[in-house]
């Protein structure tokens, strides 16, 4: 097996050189592979729940509409209405249809992600739940005090969690705290 396209793809990740001990330790893990594979796990379950019109149209607001691969505030490149990932390449272009598609299907991972942390929550709870979760990220949502306040059923508590969420790299930003707003007012909706 040919493994330079794997240390190349090492190498680019990191940034650096892979020194030699690395190199035996990236070996010996890709021996042990081969000689003991994983077992197919069935995929994660997914949920049938959907974001509502109000939480879409609130996140193509913030996320702006950008047919051509930008970064972000926080350095992540990113295309359409805020899709990141390795699709995204430098230079990449697209049209409106397929940036529509992106959003629908990245948002598919935090729909399913909100009804596996937060739990029960009415559609407008949802909505606000799932933007903030495409825009922090699955794991962060599902750390937050906001979603273990939400499950609680502190949903006051819920609602003011919100605009904790308003810094990148660091720094506050107007336009996060516009959002997280803006979050806190559909999650507040009956």
Known sequence: MNRKPIFDLIRTMLGRGITSSEVKKIDAA????????????????????KINNAGLNLIKQFEGL????????ADVLTIGYGS?????KPGLVITEARAEALLLEDLKRFEAAVVRAAGPATDNQFAAMVSLAFNVGEGAFASSTLCRKHKAGDHVGAAN??????KAAGRVMAGLSRRRAAEAALYRTA
């Open 30 to 49: 890709i021996d042990e592979a081969i000689a003991f594979p994983l077992k197919p796990v069935a995929p994660p379950q997914t949920s049938d729940r």
């Open 161 to 166: 969690e919100f605009k904790r969420w308003n």
């Open 84 to 88: 990141t990932g390795h699709h995204v």
């Open 66 to 73: 950008r047919l051509k691969a930008y970064k972000c505030p």
